[in-house]
């Protein structure tokens, strides 16, 4: 008998990651903390749960992909938290970005109840949820894994077991650090090109045919270039990431001075109010400290003179 799903979180990834799901044929229990997000869902099929614990009294397998620590931590262990309606043998899945600590300890207050869990954070942003693309990091047991796999492919490409709980959300945060300065390495290219008079649009096309290449410079060079900062991944949650990547460094006794940097311009962009922001706006700040536009939107006499 195929196992039904549950789905709590529905936001920019978590609502195209559940209709994929629901289009894949599956039976799906919803929920949301804003019950109008729920309603895309229902139109095709799923059904509305008014709380975590009763998605997991539904649900076999329940995924949740929601915005940060806190939020998961009340999701599952909350007064009407998934502990209190899932039973033993029944799987929770953590899709979201959180700290690989609290993962562990969520896993280990989980299982005393006899209730598996993997935590499975992804990569690929909107995009990728839209289209089924993401890259799927998961921590966990190996035939909890094995149970997932088929459901794991509605929603992702790229799908690699890690190791034990907790490891999935270490290669997420490995991922946001590489992303990070990447981002800002971008930026730089960008911000230098125009500072010394050549059109960066011309210099991001020419890179993007040599080692430089990478995709995220074919993805954010241009919207750089245009301030085009609608958000497939947003500050405050990239902002969040490197909080956890800093924590982690810190626990650990390492040195992340490249991560601690891109942290500042965020916290930067936070200060500013743009937390809202697609990432991309990282070279907003960029900008400021260069005193070089990359639009023509702001005036001549702000501009720095070109050398």
Do not use: W
């Not at 289009?23 to 709380?51: D, K, Q, W, Y």
Request: net charge neutral.
């Amino acid at each position: 008998m195929t196992p039904s799903l549950g789905f709590i979180g529905l936001g920019i990834m978590g609502k195209p990651m559940a209709l994929n799901l629901c289009n894949a044929g599956h039976r799906l229990f919803v929920h949301a903390r804003r019950p109008p997000m729920m309603i895309t869902l229902t139109e095709v099929g799923a059904t509305a749960c008014s709380s975590p614990l009763e998605v997991a009294k539904q649900a076999d397998i329940i995924f949740t992909m929601v915005s940060d620590t806190a939020d998961v931590e009340q999701v599952i262990l909350g007064d009407l938290g998934i502990i209190h309606g899932a039973g033993p043998g029944k799987l929770v899945i953590d899709m979201s970005t959180i700290s690989a600590t609290v993962t562990r300890r969520l896993a280990t207050s989980l299982g005393e109840r006899g209730i598996e869990m993997l935590d499975a954070p992804v990569s690929g942003g909107e995009t990728g949820a839209l289209a089924g693309t993401l890259s799927i990091m998961v921590g966990g047991k190996t035939t909890q894994f094995d149970r997932a796999l088929p459901f794991f492919k509605s929603l992702g490409q790229n799908i690699v077991h890690i190791g034990e709980h907790g490891a999935g959300q270490i290669a997420k945060t490995c991922n946001q650090v590489l992303l990070s300065q990447t981002l800002t390495a971008v930026g730089e290219a960008l911000i230098l090109a125009k500072a010394a008079g050549v059109e960066p649009a011309n210099v991001c096309k020419a890179l993007l045919g040599g080692f430089a290449s990478s995709r995220i410079l074919e993805l954010y060079g241009p919207r750089m270039l245009n301030h085009d900062f609608k958000p497939g991944f947003k500050v405050k949650l990239h902002h969040k990431d490197l909080r956890i990547a800093m924590q982690i460094a810190h626990e650990l006794g390492i040195a992340l001075p490249g991560t601690a940097v891109v942290a500042q311009y965020l916290n930067a962009l936070m200060g500013m109010g743009h937390g809202e922001l697609d990432n991309g706006a990282l070279v907003l700040v960029q900008e400021q400290l260069s005193n070089v536009h990359l639009t023509d939107s702001v005036p001549p006499s702000q501009q720095r003179e070109k050398l």
